[in-house]
């Protein structure tokens, strides 16, 4: 028999939260998993005695402005989302909300914030209008227009560069005046917005660059024309016009993009000459105060990127150096500070070189490069994991990187800028992130460790803490019960959750959480981080976690190896894992496993339930991938190529493929309106049980690849496990 179950606020058969049992899946989603109540994306000001951060309370998203003085240890609420809407409701724009969804924002009120570099004034946005707050006085000053996005402040805070109706304006914050930089945009051709591709898969959310002097503006133009339309309708509202996205699906055409320069106060743009046909994604666009306007670019199968110095005047670029990998080249790693991603290169402050990571080595390292491109010598030492770079400090002539030996933790080391042996400065392990803003006396480190702390410090240079800001977060009534370990051949990372009632000597069901795909590790030792799967356990399961081959934060050969086949490696490491814990730990009964995970994890989900019903007995897969010729150019390409020169590897990484073979239960999740992997994906799939007489359960879901709604969430959570009850427990 097949089942279509809707999970949606407005149909029948679902219970409202106060009808609800209660249990830890609501508390989870009400709390985004007790994050709710930190401080946010948080900035030591450039004299580093003050922090400006955002901040929502334990239970409600939205997102208000904070300062934190170091002297006398007091926060004050620079301006709320309320003062400034005047009671009304936050309005997004469509191409908002597009925006915000590849960033992976789910936040309401403030988002982010800007601050000048005097550090006098914050910059925020609400409902397309944009403001000014003063930190002396508190007072707000409206910015001349509305519907405005993606703004980006000069670096001597006297302008500002923001987009309206897909053109760049540039805004005097003193008198007001708006200046149109730019004229003629269209549905299809955008100025100074990140196109898809750089905002979802590369890590670069900005379409616009401000010179140092704050005279010219670099940004990007984007030509949609060529990409292929999709629609998205509103299901609960049919008589709306469905919204147009432009998609570059895999093997058609992307966007084509152009980098300009034009002076501040208008006139003729000049535009970056580099061959955009052969390296069409830019990947990274860098404006030093000292040194060039630098930009990387890619080719389209990501197996080479070259970093370009351009002559603002003429448009004319220079090779600095250039990095080829026979899988692909990946872009650096995150610092972890939650605000923006390792950027290369980074120019010392009098242009006398720059640092570049790379992982020719097969593990990441900094570099330092002289002003021409050629290579000065190597900062960070052989066998010493980079994760990222957060301070370049020039008059200490060193560096502050996250990293270490220790590839389930993220600590933090100071490194001369000649090199040496890097020198702790946070070694807790876990998750230890660093934001330095302007200043490098003071840092922000947000932290979540081993041992189950979580808040958000503020260090000196030495890891002397200064102060922990306060926070209005919700504590969980019990921490996961969490064990590390490497498993396997392969020696696998992995992870095991027990429930907190275990009972030595008894066998429970297993459950894989997984995700396995190429751009997340999963297995951290950060003991927050389990807190669904110790959900999940409490309901009388083991569940367990494995990173396999493919997933990053090792090596490069690890990583690399799913290259040309998305599914086999995974699938066998991941089987391999489960059966060495099973073998490991008597309590986990391997006759009854089941397997769920999100986005590449529910497609992982997917394939796991059709192709190893010898182990897996149930499956859920939320949001899966179905066929990679549906998903995006820049991520499918990355690890498959084009599908005319691999169409055995699309055939296997296909999940239509085996779709005939079903023999155990499985439940297919879908947001209906996913913008990111498309319903498509999910109808592919039940077309292809129905046609093969195979069962399914659906559920569908009123919104996006996101699910931030917790009465909804905590919904779908539960579903879940009574899925899995009647499969695995009878």
């Known amino acids: 028999m097949r089942r279509l179950v809707c ?20 508390d989870l989603a009400a709390t985004r998993g ?33 300062e934190y003085d170091l002297a006398s240890g007091r926060e004050k609420e620079l301006v709320t989302p309320e003062k400034l809407l005047g009671g009304a409701d936050e309005v997004l724009s469509v191409e908002e909300k597009a925006r915000r969804e590849r960033a992976r ?4 009120g403030f988002t982010e914030f800007q601050l000048t570099d005097d550090g006098s004034t914050v910059l925020v946005g609400l409902s397309g209008k944009l403001y000014a707050v003063s930190r002396a006085d508190g007072s707000v000053k409206p910015i001349p227009g509305e519907g405005w996005i993606a703004p980006r402040l000069s670096a001597d805070g006297k302008s500002l560069a923001a987009v309206e109706g897909g053109d760049i304006s540039a805004i005097d914050l003193a008198s007001g005046t708006v200046t149109p930089l730019t004229s003629g945009a269209s549905e299809t051709l955008r100025r100074g917005t990140a196109d898809f591709v750089a905002a979802e898969e590369l890590d670069r959310q900005d379409g616009a660059w401000w010179s140092p002097d704050g005279r010219f503006l670099a940004y990007e133009e ?127 402050a009098d242009g006398s070189g720059f640092l570049w990571a790379t992982e020719r080595s097969g593990q990441w390292q900094i570099e330092l490069h002289k002003p021409d491109g050629s290579l000065s010598h190597t900062v960070t030492p052989d066998g010493f994991r980079v994760g990222g770079l957060a301070d370049i400090d020039e008059k200490r002539g060193e560096i502050v990187v996250g990293g270490g030996l220790d590839r389930l933790s993220t600590a933090l080391y100071k490194v001369k800028l000649s090199g040496g042996k890097p020198v702790p400065l946070v070694s807790e392990r876990g998750a230890n992130g660093a934001e330095f803003g302007q200043g490098h006396d003071v840092l922000v480190s947000s932290y979540s460790w081993a041992d189950g702390q979580r808040g958000v410090r503020v260090l000196n240079r030495d890891g002397a803490v200064l102060a922990t800001l306060p926070n209005a977060a919700e504590r969980p009534a019990t921490l996961p019960s969490v064990e590390w370990l490497t498993v396997g051949a392969h020696e696998l990372d992995a992870q095991i959750v027990r429930p907190h009632d275990f009972q030595v000597g008894k066998q429970y069901p297993v459950l894989l959480s997984v995700y396995a795909g190429p751009t997340l590790k999963n297995v951290v030792a950060v003991r927050r981080r389990a807190l669904s799967q110790q959900c999940m356990a409490d309901h009388g399961y083991i569940v367990v976690t494995v990173d396999n081959r493919g997933t990053p934060g090792r090596d490069h050969d690890f990583s690399r190896a799913v290259k040309g086949n998305l599914i086999d490696v995974p699938l066998a490491d991941q089987v391999e894992g489960l059966q060495a814990l099973g073998a490991k730990f008597p309590e986990i009964d391997l006759d009854r496993a089941g397997v769920y995970g999100w986005s590449f994890g529910g497609y992982f989900s997917t394939m796991a339930t059709l192709r190893r019903p010898d182990v897996f007995k149930v499956g859920v897969a939320g949001a899966p991938v179905i066929d990679w010729q549906d998903y995006d150019t820049a991520y499918t390409e990355r690890y498959l190529g084009l599908p ?33 992997v498309y319903f498509e994906h999910t109808l592919k799939m039940i077309r292809a049980l129905f046609a093969a007489g195979k069962p399914y359960e659906l559920v ?9 709604d917790p009465v909804l969430r905590s919904n779908l959570d539960q579903r879940e496990v009574g899925f899995f009850d009647k499969a695995l427990k009878g």
């Open 644 to 676: 005319s020169e691999n169409a055995e590897g699309y055939r296997v990484s296909n999940a239509l493929t085996y779709a005939d073979q079903l023999e155990r239960p499985l439940m297919l999740i879908h947001g209906v309106t996913d913008d990111n």
């Open 7 to 26: 999970v949606a606020a407005l149909l029948a058969g679902l219970p409202a939260a106060a009808e609800t049992a209660p249990d830890c899946f609501y």
């Open 34 to 66: 007790y994050e709710l109540g930190y401080a946010a994306k948080a900035m030591p000001t450039p004299d580093g005695k003050a922090v400006i951060y955002l901040r929502a309370s334990a239970r409600d998203a939205t997102q208000h402005l904070y």
């Open 700 to 708: 569908l879901l009123p919104g996006t690849h996101q699910l931030p």
């Open 222 to 348: 984007t030509d949609n024309s060529a990409v292929e339309p999709h629609y998205i309708a509103s299901a609960v509202n049919p008589s709306r016009k469905p919204d147009e996205y432009r998609y570059p699906r895999t093997g058609t055409e992307n966007p084509k993009l152009k980098l300009g320069i034009v002076s501040a106060t208008g006139g003729a743009t000049v535009w970056a000459q580099w061959d955009n046909k052969e390296f069409p994604y830019i990947a990274r666009v860098v404006w030093p105060r000292k040194g060039p306007l630098s930009i990387l670019v890619m080719n389209r199968a990501q197996t080479e990127e070259r970093l370009l110095a351009v002559d603002t005047k003429t448009g004319a670029t220079k090779l600095l150096l250039d990095e080829t990998d026979k899988a692909w080249v990946e872009l650096a790693p995150d610092a972890g500070n939650g605000r923006t991603p390792s950027v290369f290169p980074r120019w010392l």
């Open 105 to 108: 924002v789910t936040a309401k």
